[in-house]
């Protein structure tokens, strides 16, 4: 084991060590692949819409379709406006986190969405 091992980047802990490809801290369970110079490479997740416009926190989108919704007798009609998104890791593929008035918070697929 080498001696001159990168500290963790999320809790720049001392004990890392090596597993196949990538470094993995026992302290936090911290897993990263290495890049050349010994610093973390981010991959962060690129969430776009449905033309291919990159989402960020704070956006404002659009419904590009209509949508049903559980409980309620009308759905969400196609160009509603979603202000203030959050983007998220959601389960089955529903990554932005809203508020739409009159139907409160929810989670939308940003398939369904394109920025205003």
């Known amino acids: 084991m080498s001696e001159n091992l990168p500290p963790c980047p999320k809790c720049s802990g001392e004990y890392t060590y090596e597993m196949d490809a990538l470094m993995v801290c026992p ?21 776009k819409d449905s033309v291919g ?9 659009t419904v590009v379709k209509a949508l049903k919704v559980k409980g309620s007798a009308s759905g969400i009609k196609a160009g ?14 529903h990554d932005i986190d809203c508020r739409i008035e009159g139907f409160g918070a929810m989670q939308l697929k940003s398939s369904v969405v394109k920025k205003a």
Do not use: F, Q, Y
């Open 27 to 47: 302290e936090c369970g911290h897993e990263w692949a290495p890049a050349e110079g010994g610093t973390e490479v981010r991959g962060e997740r690129v969430i």
């Open 53 to 61: 416009n990159v989402l960020s926190d704070g956006d404002t989108v």
């Open 80 to 93: 509603t406006k979603v202000r203030n998104i959050r983007l998220v890791d959601g389960v089955d593929g």
